[in-house]
T-cell receptor, first 113, second 115 residues
Framework: DAGITQSPRHKVTETGTPVTLRCHQTENHRYMYWYRQDPGHGLRLIHYSYGVKDTDKGEVSDGYSVSRSKTEDFLLTLESATSSQTSVYFC????????????FGPGTRLTVL | GNSVTQMEGPVTLSEEAFLTINCTYTATGYPSLFWYVQYPGEGLQLLLKATKADDKGSNKGFEATYRKETTSFHLEKGSVQVSDSAVYFCALSSDSGGSNYKLTFGKGTLLTVNP
């Protein structure tokens, strides 16, 4: 199994509070991704990173920001959480030359009340 | 844009039954196709992949053939086990430039296998 951990694994928070989720990898993969999983939607890409300090938006990036200051860590921040951001969040990593084979972390279940 | 459509679940089978989960796609160019599996409480794991037309991906008794003429990548297994109970996701990759390939996922199909 790829060495990917996510923290926290579960979190309950209130609307309007900031939340940061962490993804940590030990594989030294260049690419990292944040997805959210919702019933009836499959997985949708939020943001991704193609190197330290290099990030770009996915299809559902509104309300989220990311940072990557080290190869091994990719942070996802909800600046002001809303109930629509209640979801399961997955981090994934990918390696060149092809990053389409991605390896997923165990997920973080976030509930915004 | 790219899209993946897979059969709606849930699918419930008895042990040793034959499994088919349909997947069709819309994409430009020549994407790679994937099946990922998610066991309860876990992240997604790559089950199999195919990178070009007529390729067959296989793993753990599961198979899927990349059919360009029908834009399909149906997942099959001849004899399912209780341990195959999971959610199955079909996905395709698209080249966003450079080495970055983005994945587009179907909505997932929940499979339950009863003893």
């Amino acid at each position: 199994d790829a060495g990917i951990t996510q923290s926290p694994r579960h979190k309950v928070t209130e609307t309007g509070t900031p939340v940061t989720l962490r993804c940590h990898q030990t594989e030294n993969h260049r690419y990292m991704y944040w997805y959210r999983q919702d019933p009836g939607h499959g997985l949708r890409l939020i943001h991704y990173s193609y190197g330290v300090k290099d990030t770009d938006k996915g299809e559902v990036s509104d309300g989220y920001s990311v940072s990557r200051s080290k190869t091994e860590d990719f942070l996802l921040t909800l600046e002001s959480a809303t109930s629509s951001q209640t979801s399961v969040y997955f981090c994934a990593i990918g390696q060149v030359p092809r990053t389409d084979t991605q390896y997923f972390g165990p997920g973080t279940r976030l509930t915004v009340l | 844009g790219n899209s993946v459509t897979q059969m709606e679940g849930p699918v419930t089978l008895s042990e040793e039954a034959f499994l088919t989960i349909n997947c069709t796609y819309t994409a430009t160019g020549y994407p790679s196709l994937f099946w990922y599996v998610q066991y309860p409480g876990e992240g997604l794991q790559l089950l199999l992949k195919a990178t070009k037309a007529d390729d067959k991906g296989s793993n753990k008794g599961f198979e899927a053939t990349y059919r360009k003429e029908t834009t399909s990548f149906h997942l099959e297994k001849g004899s399912v086990q209780v341990s195959d109970s999971a959610v199955y996701f079909c996905a395709l990759s698209s080249d966003s430039g450079g080495s970055n390939y983005k994945l587009t996922f179907g909505k997932g199909t929940l499979l339950t296998v009863n003893p």
